[in-house]
């Protein structure tokens, strides 16, 4: 029996039961057999400080759906029967599994006590229905998974009761005709887990961690298992959504075998009625809440809320609740640019990135404790949201985000980074629907994120039907179609979805708005830094390691300023910091891994955050106006490449590198460069790239891959200035800053001669792309770029701190200016042959 998806709630916990494993392990029971296996808590690379915290008595105790709470409940957390599975094995019905395992936590974790990786594996207790709950005498049982990563089926006495597919979502499942009378029942659990090796979603897990970006996986039962009795027509979720202008509460009262009964929903403010509605099941009710107190970051107000099934004047279940009263919109600052607005007002969403991962827990957190540490600490640093990176929480973990006031973007879990497998396709559709279903109703959730990255995009048409999808499903929320369109496995922008997201590292990031769709920066940042006995592998990596906190700190508010410029001058409205732990071989959060070590000095971390979100309102920045530059066509500098007696002769003299030769060119000479070791240093920064500039030159490729080629470009501190080049990744010609590129329309010929262009427009806050004299690419750059710190070359780029992305082909012709030229100018140059 496939088991029908309902969204839940909840709020207060109730007093734990541990039950027996067959008729041995009960909580307060005897000693067990001396042959009978015993669960032993696994040794984690380093511990959290809640690591000793957890064993069978202490397993997240916690009520687990804080939005739909009932009194009567039963944890079934703890130690439970544990065995590997194979292919169509038949559950071990009446037999004892060999190992024991700490439910909860997924098998590779050290908590679960096994820390290992199995494919599939069955999971085998007993428990026992109290006879207060009046089971099959008007009351049903209903037991609850909170997620099984991957495929799961359960059986009851032998029954086969459920079957489920998805590694984040919840299933549910009413058990009363399987029972069997009185005293013990058989539970089992059979999952399948293969994570990489399908095309489901996983999000950051790998079966083997790659000690970079990607992580242990976590398989199996990862999120509380429980139980509760529930009448036979009851209430099996709440809708709510926040409906500002009218001063009420829509609500939608979801029912099993409620049809001709009525619901009545009361709303509390400290104990005291605030408004009241009546109406029947399964319809939209609107709970009035008059003068509101409105929920945010900075005053996260939340009501009580009671929900009732009657039946008649007859009460036949009873729910409680909470809600937030908010909206989240858009709204054009006093500078023009379209901004997110929270409540009306204009609201920079400070985030960082979370991944929720955990290195004695892996997918789960050690205790409800560990679950809300990293939100306070977010609230501690000064920020107001939280980007959940590609993984979906368990229901407290939103409680805690609603608590505390933070505005959540929800990523939908990716599946592999290469496109998902057709059959594939309408599962990960499937489940993101789920994962908009089930968290519908939290107050904290602002935005929905179906794609990041292009990780599983098969198709830029689909992705725009996809956000549009979303948005229909659920039009309170913003949807961002793909974070990091601009980067890395994206099909590029599909116009769809209210947002415009880049990922740019160290950026900031600068999109602009457009009319219809605000712009954020998604990713930034990760700056590094060591911290001995405290990192997973021993070692690790970051974007830019540095030698000490205090640089760290120093690193984190320049960059942080650089968010505040982009935001004041390019109009974006978020920013999103990677991020907020260390996770195996990343070593760029705020904490480490373990959460046992501060990495930065958080008073400093939280100044310069409520700085940008105070100062980033909508008001205009200051953009300085450009000289008008050298006029002309020569240029402030120019190369013609015909040799060294007419170079010296010439504009300027540059030195060859490497060893490159002249060759008949465009024009007279040029020089052939080999791909690999070789370039043109020009001796000086050329370009004031504080300010305007063109830089255009002749090329001709002697290849067209996946390699990056730059043509000019002007080093920077780490990373060029500017990159004239050859995107390998769109294989197509670009002008670029890191992140950001303005791209031509195909892919260039080998061996053919194309006239290349790119400019810097401070005013318009873009970069274009002109070749053979006709405007082929532009794309929104408004960040201010630094001043100039080291020479301009021809034929490589510089990232990372190292030269890079040399030019295998031939270049001439290179024209440098100080000013943005016009397309007139830039059709005359090309038609010069110049």
């Known amino acids: 029996m496939t088991t029908p998806r309902t969204a839940r709630r909840a709020v207060t916990a109730a007093a734990v039961t541990l039950l027996a494993i067959g008729t041995a392990g009960a909580a307060g029971a005897g000693p067990a057999a001396a042959a009978e296996p015993q669960w032993h808590k696994g040794i984690p690379p380093i511990a959290t400080p809640w690591t000793a915290q957890v064993g069978p008595q202490n397993a997240l105790p916690e009520y687990p759906r804080p939005q739909l709470v009932r009194s009567k409940w039963q944890n079934l957390n703890g130690v439970w029967q544990f065995g590997k599975a194979a292919p169509g094995q038949a559950p071990p019905v009446g037999q004892e599994l060999g190992e024991r395992v700490l439910v909860p936590y997924p098998i590779e974790s050290a908590l679960s006590g096994i820390q290992r990786h199995e494919d599939r594996m069955f999971y085998r207790r007993t428990f026992t229905v109290p006879a207060g709950w009046q089971v099959g005498r008007g009351q049903r049982l209903v037991l609850h998974f909170g997620a099984v990563d991957y495929d799961a089926k359960v059986w009851v006495n032998g029954t086969e009761v ?31 887990d293969l994570t990489d090796a ?16 990607f992580y242990q996986g976590s398989s199996g039962i990862w999120r509380t298992v429980w139980m509760e009795p529930v009448a036979d027509s009851s209430i099996s979720g709440l809708v709510t959504t926040p409906d500002l202008a009218a001063s009420a509460l829509k609500l939608t009262a979801e029912t099993v075998r409620g049809e001709g009964l009525t619901v009545q929903a009361v709303a509390k403010a400290g104990g005291k009625v605030v408004g009241k509605v009546t109406g029947a099941t399964g319809t939209e009710l609107s709970l009035p809440v008059p003068k509101a107190k409105l929920w945010s970051p900075d005053n996260p107000y939340l009501y009580d809320l009671e929900v009732t099934l009657l039946n008649g004047r007859r009460t036949v279940d009873t729910v409680k609740s909470y809600f937030g009263m908010r909206a989240i919109g858009t709204k054009k ?87 998902i497998p057709p059959e594939w396709r309408d599962q990960f559709e499937a489940e993101l629907h789920e994962m908009v279903r089930e968290h519908r109703s939290w107050t904290s959730v602002i935005a929905w994120v179906p794609f990041n990255e292009g990780w599983g995009e098969w198709d830029r048409t689909a992705t ?19 974070s990091g369109v601009n980067c890395c496995n994206s099909k590029g922008d599909s116009g769809r979805g209210d947002v415009i997201d880049f990922h740019q590292y160290l950026g900031p990031a600068s999109p602009a708005p457009d009319d219809d769709r605000v712009s954020i920066d998604g990713e930034h940042g990760g700056f590094g830094l060591k911290t001995s006995n405290h990192m997973w592998f021993g ?92 006029p002309g066509l020569t240029g402030v500098a120019f190369y013609p490449l015909d040799g060294n007696a007419e170079d010296a002769a010439g504009d300027h003299d540059a030195t060859l ?36 500039y063109t830089a255009s030159a002749w090329v001709k490729l002697d290849k067209a891959d996946g390699a990056f080629q730059t043509i000019v470009s002007q080093d920077g501190a ?83 701190g190292n030269p890079v992305d040399y030019l295998d082909g031939t270049v001439d012709q290179v024209h440098l200016y100080d000013r943005a030229l016009s397309a007139a100018e830039i059709k005359e140059l090309y038609a010069s042959g110049n």
Not at 464 to 482: C, E, M, T, Y
Not at 731 to 752: D, H, I, T, W, Y
Not at 770 to 796: F, H, K, M, S, W
């Open 162 to 192: 459920a079957t489920h597919r998805g590694g984040y979502d919840k299933f549910d499942v009413d058990v009363t005709a399987a029972l069997k009378g009185t005293g013990p029942q058989e539970l089992i659990v059979w999952a399948e």
């Open 198 to 213: 399908t095309g489901q979603p996983i999000g950051k897990q790998r079966r083997v961690s790659d000690r970079g970006i």
């Open 333 to 419: 600052g006093t500078d023009g640019k379209l901004r997110i607005a929270l409540n009306g007002k204009i609201l920079f969403n400070m985030a960082t990135l979370d991944q929720g991962f955990w290195p004695d827990g892996l997918n789960t957190a050690p205790t409800d404790a560990g679950l809300k540490f990293d939100l306070q600490q977010h609230k501690e640093m000064g920020f107001n949201a939280v980007r959940k990176h590609i993984k979906v929480e368990p229901d407290r973990w939103f409680y805690w985000a609603d608590k505390l006031g933070l505005l959540v973007w929800q990523d939908m879990p990716a599946a592999n980074t290469g496109p």
């Open 464 to 482: 725009g039907r996809i956000a549009d999808d979303v948005k229909k499903q659920d039009p309170s929320r913003l949807v961002n179609a793909h």
């Open 539 to 630: 070692d690790g990596q970051a974007y830019e390691m540095e030698p000490d906190s205090a640089t760290l700190t120093r690193k984190y508010v320049e960059n942080q300023r650089a968010v505040l410029t982009s935001a004041r001058s390019c109009g974006i409205s978020a920013a999103i910091y990677t991020q907020i732990t260390d996770v195996e071989g990343e070593l760029n959060g705020f904490w480490t891994y373990d959460r046992q070590v501060a990495k930065m000095d958080f008073r400093q971390v939280r100044a310069i955050n409520r700085e940008i979100i105070a100062k980033a309102d909508g008001t205009p920045g200051d953009t300085p106006q450009p000289a008008p530059g050298t």
């Open 657 to 692: 590198v490497g060893g490159p030769g002249y060759v008949d060119a465009k024009k007279g000479q040029g020089v052939e460069l080999n791909g690999s070791s070789q370039f043109i240093d020009t001796g000086a920064s050329v370009l004031d790239t504080a300010s305007d």
């Open 718 to 800: 780490s990373v060029s200035d500017f990159f004239l080049q050859y995107s390998g990744a769109d294989q197509r010609f670009a002008m670029s800053f890191a992140g950001v590129r303005a791209l031509g329309p195909v892919k260039p010929e080998v061996g053919r001669w194309y006239h290349l262009t790119g400019v810097r427009d401070t005013v318009r806050g873009e970069l274009r792309l002109y070749v053979d004299g006709e405007l082929a690419g532009r794309v929104g750059a408004c960040l201010p770029q630094a001043a100039p710190t080291g020479n301009t070359v021809i034929g490589r780029g510089k990232y990372g």
